[in-house]
């Protein structure tokens, strides 16, 4: 109790260090009410016991708001200075190291450092700025899902069509040739009167581009609406993700992996939440009005729980998940097969003729056993295989190494690469070569450190 009560506390603080606007004012207020509240013993009414579900707050976006257009022009204008998440100050508050990271002043560490970060995230719960990943929805003027799926389709192998209200999909913009453009999470709204509507999330470095294929591709009838102006991302992810969130909301608990919803986390806040991540934990992905995310932001750090963490540990962590990330372990050169993604592909769009771009490639590379496979490299040792470190059998060359480094959980190097097909096989001894000499590895079966999603009791 008294640890838990420092730690209100000090967030109180840390916001008055911050210089609260007169926005940020109310949001003081309702965290010393909460603060105030919790000394009293007094529990913190849920806002799931007494909040009217208003249409009017569930949708994060409506379908014609300002600015919701995307313009490609303003989009490839030259941007002379990184931009700044919502969260900026208060990274800056709580002694990140901020690095810049496609075109955003990003915190890469915080004073706990990566490795305990990555070790609490895998042990209690991490809280990620990830505000930089694009936001957007297509939906379609006739009001009917069907059309939007159909329009969505055509740029994606993933089958869309048959999303369920409330369900997310992961899959991937291909171009022409087969190629990975970026990796993307797929939603279909599930609250009434939004059911017609996808939500996607892209990577940040991608998103200019990606807004630009989506627009260059969609039908007449179906439009884009990029939310990056008015909506942040973080991500909550841990073991007790679960239980922190819930006492905001106690129904984020009865998600199960890849599904969604939207509802309130305090009278006034309303989020979109998935169960979803990318560090292999069970945790959330919260979409929240700029407005809200620095207090939504405080009121979980007030957990015990709760720590920040920087690019550092996420990197980490996913490569332990054995989580592709884009530029490094997938680009225009990879396809979905060769990347190992054939998980996210269903049966009826494998075929040649399944109607989207790439559908050809991805068919040839389902039948050409000779192409090359993404796995995962186990080093002898401890010196870690870093990307573009070339891998031999035999002093022949069969690949390259595309993401690698240290992994807290393994105790040891951890790295993904690319071989020739013959070489894929979990066991197979191979040789890296570091600072010109011949080291041994084994590839081995991915992931480094078992999924922990939540898929139901």
């Known amino acids: 109790m008294a640890a838990n009560s420092s730690k209100r506390e000090s967030v109180l603080s840390l916001r008055a260090a911050e210089g609260a606007t007169a926005t940020g004012n109310s949001q003081v207020k309702w965290t010393a009410w909460r603060l105030k ?95 930089h990943m694009g936001q957007c929805f297509i939906f379609a003027d006739d009001g009917q899902f069907e059309t939007a799926a159909a329009a969505l389709e055509k740029l994606v192998p993933a089958s869309i069509s048959d999303l369920k209200p ?114 292999g934990e069970d945790g959330y992905e919260i979409s929240v009005k700029h407005d809200d995310v620095n207090e939504l932001v405080d009121l979980l750090l007030a957990e015990d729980e709760v720590e920040m963490i920087g690019l550092g540990a996420r990197d980490s962590l996913r490569l332990e998940a054995g989580l592709c990330l884009y530029g490094h372990d997938i680009d225009t050169k990879v396809s979905p097969i060769e990347a190992g993604l054939i998980w996210s592909v269903q049966k009826h769009r494998r075929s040649a003729d399944a109607g989207y771009l790439g559908a050809a490639r991805v068919a040839a590379d389902m039948a050409d056993k000779s192409t090359k496979r993404l796995v995962g490299i186990l080093p002898e040792g401890r010196a870690p295989a870093r990307e573009h470190t070339e891998i031999q059998v035999g002093g022949e060359v069969i690949g390259e190494i595309t993401s690698g480094g240290f992994g807290p959980t393994v105790g040891g190097p951890i790295a993904m690469g690319y071989v020739a097909r013959k070489y894929a096989k979990a066991g197979t001894d191979i040789e890296l070569m570091v600072r010109g000499k011949a080291r041994p590895a084994k590839v081995v079966k991915l992931p480094f450190a078992p999924h922990n999603y939540y898929r139901g009791a």
């Open 37 to 131: 509240r919790w000394k009293a013993g007094d529990l913190v009414k849920r806002p799931a016991d007494g909040v009217s579900a208003d249409p009017s707050r569930e949708s994060l976006r409506s379908d014609k708001t300002a600015g919701g257009t995307y313009n490609a022009e303003a989009e490839s204008a030259p941007m002379s200075d990184l931009l700044k998440t919502k969260l900026f100050d208060k990274h800056v508050a709580l002694g990140a190291k901020m690095v810049p990271f496609a075109g955003y002043d990003m915190p890469v560490q915080y004073p706990l450092g990566v490795l305990k970060e990555h070790i609490h995230t895998r042990e209690q719960a991490g809280l990620f700025d990830v505000s």
């Open 166 to 279: 409330g369900q997310q999909r992961y899959s991937q913009f291909l171009n022409e040739d087969g190629g990975i453009l970026d990796d993307l999470m797929i939603s279909r709204l599930g609250f009434d009167g939004h059911t017609h509507k996808l939500y996607l999330v892209v990577n940040a470095g991608c998103k200019a581009d990606d807004f630009k294929h989506i627009t260059k591709h969609l039908p007449s009838g179906v439009s884009l609406d990029v939310a990056d102006d008015t909506l942040s991302l973080i991500a909550l992810q841990g073991p007790k993700a679960a239980d922190v969130l819930g006492r905001l909301n106690p129904s984020v608990k009865d998600l199960v992996f890849m599904t969604h919803t939207d509802l309130p986390l305090t009278p006034s806040i309303w989020v979109h939440v998935s169960r979803s991540g990318y560090t």
